[in-house]
């Protein structure tokens, strides 16, 4: 562009130039820290799921095995209500682990290439970040929820029809006007910013997990050749062993 068009634009149209080239770069950010973020809960609930399944039903077992252990010893001493209430805390951990087990989803599939893609090109359409207004605001929100649950489960299918309603519907024209487009790119960047902190505060959460530690110590053990929930589950095994063996000799003993 020549100096002289330049000059002959006002302050506020080059503001506005200027204001565009940083928020397309917040944009950017975002839609990535966004995917990254999808991507790693989406991580986090498959090795959970897995997790649960390997090992978290041999705990359910080990649970079990032990509530009946206290029940045994509780009918045992029917005047000690120690023994009582340590084989009704035990019962209903047992419980609550049955019913975790029962609760498993099937496992889901990572997320392909081309789902990330599609992923970011919504993100960018419709995220609640980049609203004008209130009401506007909450309609991206209850959109990009769908677009998250459609990511983790790899429904390319619904990511497209996201994507497909949001373009051809009239929320997709932006207003006219150098001012009033400066202002909502100001806006804009304003609230992108305060969505990347949020953004790093759940990040962080996540980071801070039992989970995301034991996920972290898997790919670290996978890359030597080794596997730390399969580890897990043979020493849980060995437990399984012994309470099994404690049970039978207080049954033996009724």
Not at 150 to 176: F, H, Q
Request: glycine share 4%; hydrophobic share 40%.
């Amino acid at each position: 562009m020549s100096t002289d068009l330049v000059q002959n634009r006002t302050p506020e149209e080059q503001e506005l130039e200027r204001k565009n080239v940083e928020l397309a770069s917040f944009e950017a950010d975002l839609i990535q820290r966004e995917l990254d973020l999808a991507t790693l809960r989406a991580d986090l609930a498959e090795f959970e799921a897995r997790y649960l399944r390997q090992v978290g039903v041999l705990y359910a077992e080990l649970d079990e095995i032990e509530a009946r252990i206290a029940e045994a010893q509780a009918s045992r001493m029917p005047s000690d209500p120690g023994a009582r209430e340590q084989a009704v805390r035990a019962r209903a951990q047992a419980d609550e682990s049955s019913l975790t087990m029962r609760a498993i989803a099937e496992p889901k599939s990572k997320p392909t290439e081309s789902l990330k893609r599609l992923f970011r090109e919504v993100a960018k359409c419709i995220h609640p970040d980049l609203a004008t207004n209130d009401a506007d605001r909450t309609h991206r929100q209850i959109l990009m929820a769908e677009a998250n649950r459609a990511y983790e489960e790899g429904d390319e299918a619904k990511l497209w029809a996201i994507l497909y309603d949001w373009k051809t519907s009239p929320d997709s024209i932006a207003g006219e006007g150098v001012g009033p487009e400066l202002i909502r790119v100001i806006r804009k960047i304003s609230q992108i910013r305060r969505r990347l902190a949020e953004i790093e505060t759940e990040r962080q959460q996540l980071c801070s997990s039992d989970i995301y530690q034991l996920w972290v110590k898997q790919k670290e053990a996978e890359e030597h050749g080794q596997d730390v929930l399969t580890e897990i589950a043979v020493g849980v095994e060995m437990e399984i062993d012994a309470v099994r063996k404690r049970l039978a000799a207080i049954v033996d003993r009724i």
